[in-house]
């Protein structure tokens, strides 16, 4: 159980969300609220880079001599761009 100086903040807390994000309020309420923009964007990002990754292995293992290496070098270069869109995200 919560003091009455905890629910009271609780309280305050919540007047103050309702007040700073009314569209986050009205999710709430209706019980479906969304992921921030920044995630969908993210899993956007991941999504397209996944599709041209395939299309790009894809066309090397074709095309090229060696294409063990430069699938190898690709995976490589997916891992280094995914943690670096993970870390600026």
């Keep these: 159980m919560l003091s009455h100086d905890d629910r009271s903040r609780l ?3 919540e007047s103050m969300l309702r007040a700073d994000d009314p569209v986050l309020d009205r999710a709430l309420q209706r019980g479906r609220p969304r992921a921030p923009r ?3 964007r ?3 990002r991941t ?3 996944l599709a041209l990754t395939a299309a790009v292995l894809a066309l090397s293992v074709v095309v090229s001599r060696w294409p ?4 190898g ?4 270069a ?4 995914m ?4 870390g600026g995200a």
């Design 38 to 40: 920044e995630y969908r």
């Design 78 to 81: 997916i891992a280094l761009s």
């Design 68 to 71: 063990m290496v430069s699938s």
């Design 42 to 44: 993210a899993r956007l």
């Design 73 to 76: 070098c690709l995976l490589a």
């Design 83 to 86: 943690t670096a869109c993970a």
């Design 47 to 49: 999504v397209v880079l």
């Design 11 to 13: 309280d305050q807390i």
